[in-house]
């Protein structure tokens, strides 16, 4: 590919990018943008009347001496600037208002895009670069489009009406000096193309560095304990060092385009001064028109620049746009088929997964993804507890993953009482499913409404009554404001136990047909898990339990037992015969009370 092509790609790219902003965030709020541009045409008015009232101030107040004159031009400049600030402060809120709101917008899109995308889709990326995505570049992009209208707009009324001054006053001086444009544009255009590269880099890294600062701060306590203080100390000083180098670069480039700006507005000052002052001199005009017309190049120099400039604060949005649209345009694998139908069960269902076989994806491309579940066929009977046991890595949480379609099956099906998951709608199948995980994510709210968000319509006194059967809820009691007490961020206030309480009470709390315990009371000291395995027996009654345990107690009760070994089911039955058995399961009992 050619240069020049690359170039063309290049401006479609950015012409494209242009139009979806506009039609997509701009449009709706452009009622608010044409009442602040109204107001910036009587900004720009006022700015041109003050340059046409020079003329009258040199050459009938201060060269005649018109008292009738200066006390109406006096009046008359100083009602152009009160005009011209309320008119300025008027079009600075409204576009400022515009521009949050766009990116609100665009921050909501976002938002709801990504909550919706696989598990996939989270495992591949790092949560700070999306954090970045979220806020900086969506702030990035409200500065460019808010800066860009805004400029473009008040620049162009402004100039217009300066130049119309200047026309007025003196064409042949007014042609010579718009020379100035030409060269000021090309050279910030030029720098323009530069910075929207060097600004894509610098957010990424922005990106890296947000990254790197939430791995420790999340991972505190074993920086402490394995004492690593020294080494995430240079890891983030590295970032930040890399970070400031763009940042630099950026600032460098920025400021290119004002000793250009400068230099060309130099030699347009000193061509109109000398040509002028030769046509007063000679009597072709007077000293009030050459100040007027000297005054109005002055304030055209100012949106001049701005014009120019522009190119270089919309090349900065357009590569923050850019990376927030390749987020937003990613498309998730696992959604609901044409056709989808609801999920409906008047009981407890049963499962079934007819040879099965997953592989999880490989990220990085290099090796060959390694199969979790090779033709894995079961049935979890309709109202039966159903425990599956095996070694790390055996397939079992894998097998909690693909019943809530988190993953969609390689091949073969898995039925819900006799339906193909993947033809009922995700929101079906999740609603009519538990979870209780190893892997317990407490929110940064009340404990109150960390129980409720397993079902947001449910009452504080079904809260409370989910809590006791949870064992939950004396010590949510004990705590200083109780139920409105906020549990911190991953649930910093709460021991392992008593966030796996909190996981369990929503799970009872739910009241859903099927019901999956993934490692359930993995966290919970010999005491809790007798009073929670009571709740949990309680709870399991009329429901379907799928649950995953390496503690014998959670499996010994269970209706039936599978033994999962490399994704296959090797053993099968209730925990006496297996244990009859020299097989899988007695060798991983091992006598003991864990597997």
Known sequence: ???????????QATHKLMRRIISGYVRPHISIIIAAALLMMLAAAM?????????????????????????????????????????????????????QAMIADVQKELFSKLIRMDISFFQQKDSGHLIVRMVSDTTMMRMAMADSITGLA????????????????????????????PPISYGVMRLGKKLRKTATLMQEESGNLTAVLQQSFQGIRHIRAYGLEEHEDNRVKNNITRLYKFYLKVIRTSALATPMSETVAGLAIVTIIIYGGYQVMDGATTAGKLFSFIAAFLLAYEPMKRLANLNTILQTGLAAAQRVFDAMDVQPEITDRPGAKELKLSKAPEITFENVCFSYPDNNKTTEAETALDHLSFTVPAGKTVALVGPSGAGKSTVINLLLRLYDADEGRILVDGKDIRDVSLASLRGHAALVSQDVTVFNDTARDNIRCSRFDASDEDVESAAKAATAHDFILEM???????????????????????????????????????????????????????????????????????????????????VIDRGQIVEHGTHKALLKKDGVYKRLYGGGENF
């Open 1 to 11: 590919m050619t240069a020049k092509e690359t170039e063309t790609g290049q401006h």
């Open 47 to 99: 700015t041109g009347l003050l340059a046409k009232l020079m003329e009258p101030v040199i050459d009938d107040v201060f060269s005649r001496g018109d008292l009738k004159q200066l006390w109406q031009v006096a009046i008359l400049i100083f009602s152009a600037f009160t005009l011209r600030g309320a008119a300025t402060y008027g079009h600075t809120v409204l576009m400022g208002k515009a521009g």
């Open 154 to 181: 008040k620049g162009s009324f402004t100039l217009i009406v300066l130049v119309c001054v200047m026309f007025y006053q003196d064409w042949k001086l007014t042609l010579i000096s718009l020379f100035i444009f």
């Open 480 to 562: 200083e404001n109780g139920y409105d007490t906020v549990l911190g961020e991953k649930g910093a206030t709460l021991s392992g136990g008593q966030r796996q309480r909190i996981a369990i009470a929503r799970a009872v709390l739910r009241g859903a047909p099927l019901l999956l315990l993934d490692e359930a009371t993995s966290a919970l000291d010999n005491e809790s898990e007798r009073a929670v395995q009571s709740a949990l027996k309680k709870l399991q009654k009329g429901r379907t339990t799928l649950v995953i345990a390496h503690r014998l107690s959670t499996v010994q009760n269970a209706d039936l037992i599978y």
